[in-house]
Every structure is written in structure tokens, then in C-alpha cells.
């Protein structure tokens, strides 16, 4: 199964609100709600953000959220912080996305 | 603490064999599915392999169906992943990950092993 479709990067500065995207098809993220979400930083191992579209897991900020729409699901960190600045992963019935870098100004 | 501690990897010629495993830790080992997934270096994420809490349900990634095998020892709090017939494009790092439940579906992994690091090459 190919990839889920993610922009290669995404920036921000400091305290403002960022949204990555992720697209699939109604096989996957258009027809479940099991859709999740990974932050990794450099030669660090993924962390889990979100779970179930929506669900954030227990000590992840509540800066995190994410949504969905159709086959597109989305990740918005607001208040933007120099930590956030990492690789995020979607995934969906173990399909990952092709990753986006967040970049903060 | 919970933890999960890969091990095997290494470097290791084409067509030949490698056996994983992951060491888990501070939680209750056979509550869960648990899962494989590596990195290619400078690459993205690829799930490889899942297996269910009772080992009943075990799912492979159509690169490594039929070359890769995943178990599990409840009793031992272990997950394994033998590797036969490798191939340069199985170069990557391995993770252990931890499900959220006990079934393959739906999928979120809340635990992930720092990795081991498998070449292969000649």
C-alpha cells in the first residue's frame, strides 16, 4: 500500500499556529477512525501525539491536536515552540506518511 | 519504567539470516499487540510486522511477507522478529513498538524501543 501524502516541510515562528496534512483514500483514513500521529526528533525514537483522530495520549501538550476530513486528516500545533521543531508522522492501518519537517523560525 | 530494549541487529551479507528480539518492560506484556517497524537511514517510517496480544492475529508488510517471521513470549515479555533471505533494502533501524491495545487494529503505537540497527551487505 503506498504512503500517506504529507507536505515535505512546514515553518512557523514562535506562539503562532501550524497545520500538517496528511491525505489518503477512503480505504484507510477517509474510511476509519484510526489515525495517529508521531513527532520524532533527530536520533530520537517517533513519540505518539494523537491517537483515533483526535485522542491525545497522557502527558502530550494540549498544543497538539488533530482533526479530520474525508480522506485528509490534519495536525495543528499551536503556539509554536522551538521544541516542537521535528519530524512528524501520520499514520493510518499501519501505513505511515512520508513525513514532514517542522521548522521553527 | 516502562521500557523496550531491542537486540540482534548487526551486519549481515545478502540472502542471509537474522533474528531479532525486544526485551519490554514496566507494563503488562501480553495485555498488548506489539509491532515492528523500521527506518531506513535519512528515510520515513515503514511498518513491518504486528502480532495480537495471544498471538492469534499477525500481520506482515507485503516487502517482508514470507521472508519475516514475528513471535512472542508472554511468559518471557519478549517479541521476536527472524529475518531470513535479507536484502540491502531491509537496511535499516529496527524498532519495537507497543500497541495502545491488544489487537493489530486500530493501530497506535505509544512505545517504541530506542532500536537496532540491521546492514546488510556484502
Known amino acids: 500500500q503506498s504512503a500517506l501524502t504529507q507536505p515535505a516541510s512546514v515553518s512557523g515562528s514562535p506562539g503562532q499556529s501550524i497545520t500538517i496534512s496528511c491525505t489518503g483514500t477512503s480505504s484507510d483514513i477517509g474510511g476509519y477512525n484510526s489515525v495517529s500521529w508521531y513527532q520524532q526528533h533527530p536520533g530520537k525514537a517517533p513519540k505518539l501525539m494523537i491517537y483515533e483522530v483526535t485522542n491525545r495520549p497522557s502527558g502530550v501538550s494540549n498544543r497538539f491536536s488533530g482533526s479530520k476530513s474525508g480522506n485528509t486528516a490534519s495536525l495543528t500545533i499551536s503556539g509554536l515552540q522551538a521544541e516542537d521543531e521535528a519530524d512528524y508522522y501520520c499514520s493510518s492501518l499501519r501505513v505511515f506518511g512520508t513525513g514532514t519537517k517542522v521548522t521553527v523560525l | 519504567e516502562v521500557q523496550l530494549v531491542e537486540s540482534g541487529g548487526g551486519l549481515v551479507q545478502p540472502g542471509r539470516s537474522l533474528r531479532l528480539s525486544c526485551a519490554a518492560s514496566g507494563f503488562i506484556f501480553d495485555d498488548y499487540a506489539m509491532h515492528w517497524v523500521r527506518q531506513a537511514p535519512g528515510k520515513g517510517l515503514e511498518w513491518v510486522s504486528g502480532?495480537?496480544?495471544?498471538?492469534?492475529?499477525?500481520g506482515y508488510a507485503d516487502s517482508v511477507k514470507g521472508r519475516f517471521t514475528i513471535s512472542r513470549d508472554n511468559a518471557k515479555n519478549s517479541l521476536y522478529l527472524q529475518m531470513n533471505s535479507l536484502r540491502a533494502d531491509d537496511t535499516a533501524l529496527y524498532y519495537c513498538a507497543k500497541d495502545t491495545t491488544e489487537w493489530l487494529l486500530p493501530d497506535a503505537f505509544d512505545i517504541w524501543g530506542q532500536g537496532t540497527m540491521v546492514t546488510v551487505s556484502s
Open positions: 502480532i495480537s496480544w495471544n498471538s492469534g492475529s499477525i
